[in-house]
């Protein structure tokens, strides 16, 4: 999960990173409220898109009255779509050099990755790509510790101002802690500033892992102040993985691949998908119900395709949630359901035991695909 | 012969006594798997169906010369379950348990290579099955068929999808393996396609992937400079939206790989027959046997 610069901030303040004192405000009023930042300040636009200073996103305010300008202008404004909701205030400091630190998994090699550069405050992607040279890259294994001599290596084959070596070992220990502890799927931060009030972590993308959110009583909170589209939410609400698309056939699928892949097929039909829906393994009747409850709110859909391959997952509990949720009702909509796999025979059977004129049972894919693409004639 | 599991491979099943590795211990065993053990910490002595409980996994091997491990316990037992199945010696452990966090999954995996011989398969894997010999998973068998084609997937409803397109046209398989598609998996598909072009039953091998990471791509590589067998591959999610990324890291790491299309010129220029629609499996194997 994603978090705003914000959150990525409150956490550095968990782990002990030196980071700017701040102030959030949602809106003009919360300024009036135990604001005590000396200024100069920066106002910063709270959104989860790159391009925001370019955009009128941040701004230097040096006194009380070009803090309420830039408040004013920055709150509700819209980059790239992205809708101002909150505002960072922070106390400006003199930048001296600016650095870019990374920490992430690489998949590949199975090992944490630490990316340092003195060329930080800039685009990383295009240092990488022409100067490769400048970006140092460390592989951490993640059976051992990530030591202070391989910290120390990094800055002296970065070139990064070796005056402040023991300032950055002990920010950059504390970011791989957070990244590491605090189950992070993503440390970035660009840039790492040497400052006149010293080493300091300004601008935080973090990204949590939230596999992890049993053991992370913090990761509730951060979570709730996300904004994500109602339908996503209540399908959320109910523990199931729901993506709104564009398209008009209503996609219920158990496993991430096979959802996709129904995508896929719906799309060699002719059709496309409102949805991507994933009941995930070992689904109970009330989670199919629950997702057929999802896709009612819906009103682009026209069709709906339950595409089941039982492993983990029992056909039978999803046909008994699939009757539960339909008996008696008068669907919006018809259903073309398929169901292989673990108790498929027993699913089919109490499909049949509980018809409805509005479901429909195919025997492939390919023939629910076409059937939920063109229509039940 | 198959691959990693065969009728003399013995299965210690860890966390038998909860709901799911009770239901699909059982279900493997009525297919014929030589389930020979279970754990539970605090259960020694105990039996599920017959089947002795131990407190450790060590204990099991020691008891019943196990060497095969299915990990069933919930996610925050995960780690320690597949290391303490590690550090026993067993020869593969397969981990089906969904929703480990990644730094769990990239420590163990990380232990278990410096520390141990074992093979690790998954997690958020559906196991694996050779037909007609043994089947270590949530696997449906009723869809395998006995025969000569190797099937290795990331997506575990899509693995079943592939097996089912085959053993319509009555093409049987010689193991069927789901990798997982969790951000560490044990197992690659350069560790499985090894495996399959080391095996004489198997013929033709069928790999199916998703969007996300770049193990297709090295599977490319890999398929080009050293397998000689036939390869056919679906990728999954060319259709699906283009999730949004945050932070550069990510994209210095993989470039430009990931997406379907680059996945499926990938494997293309590597000689793959690459496939539109996983209902186009079966025939397009059918073509090269």
Redesign the interface.
Known sequence: M?LFEYQGKSLYGNYDIAHPNSFLASNIEDLEKDFNLDYPVVVKAQV?VGGRGKAGGIKLASTHEELHLHSNEILGMDIKGHKVEKILIEEASEIKEEYYL???????E????M?LSAKGGM???AV?AENPDD?TMVHI????TLTDEVIKKAIHNSNLNIVYENELLKIIQSLFKLF?DG?C??V?V?PLAITSSGVMALDS?V?L?M??K??HEEFDEIEKDIPIPPSEKSAKEKGLNF?K?DGSVGII??????V??T???V??YGG??AN?LDI???AKAETVSAALDVLETDKSVTSVFINI????TRCDLVAQGIVEATKGKDLKWPIVIRL???NAIEGLEILRANPNEKIFITD???QAAELAVKGIN | MAILLDENSKVVVQGITGR?GKF?ALRNRDYGTNIVAGTRPGKGGEEVESIPIFNTVQEAIESTGANVALTMVP??FAKDAVLEAAYADCELIVC?T??????DE??M???I??NTTSKLLGPNC?GLISPGKSNVG???H??TLPGNVGVV??????T??AV?ELTQLSIGQSTCIGIG?D??PGMSFIDVLKEFEEDQETQVIVM?G??G???EE?AAEYIKEKVTKPVVS?I??????AG?K?????????GNKGTAKAKMSALEEANVVVV????KIGQAVKELM
Not at chain 1, 102 to 108: E, I, K
Not at chain 1, 141 to 144: G, Q, R, S, Y
Not at chain 1, 253 to 258: P, R
């Open positions: 994603d989860q990374s920490f992430t998994l690489d998949r590949s199975k090992k944490y990755l990316m685009d990383i992607e990488a970006l294994n993640p059976a051992e590491v189950d799927d993503l970035e660009n993308k990204s892992d596999s992890a049993y053991r993506i698309l699928g158990n496993g991430a691949g096979l996709m892949s995508l896929d097929v799309a060699e496309s998908a991507f995930g393994g070992g391959f039982g492993g983990i292989d796999g673990t492939t894919m390919n | 799911e699909h996610p925050a089906i969904e929703g480990i966090p990644a730094k990239a420590e995996y990380n232990l290579k410096k559906p949530i696997m449906p009723e869809i997937s990331r997506s575990g409803t899509l079943y999808q089912h598609g951000p560490v199916i998703e969007i990471g770049t193990a090295e679906y999954a999610g060319v259709t699906a939206p949004k945050m932070g550069h890291a990510g994209a210095i790491v993989s539109s629609n996983p209902t």
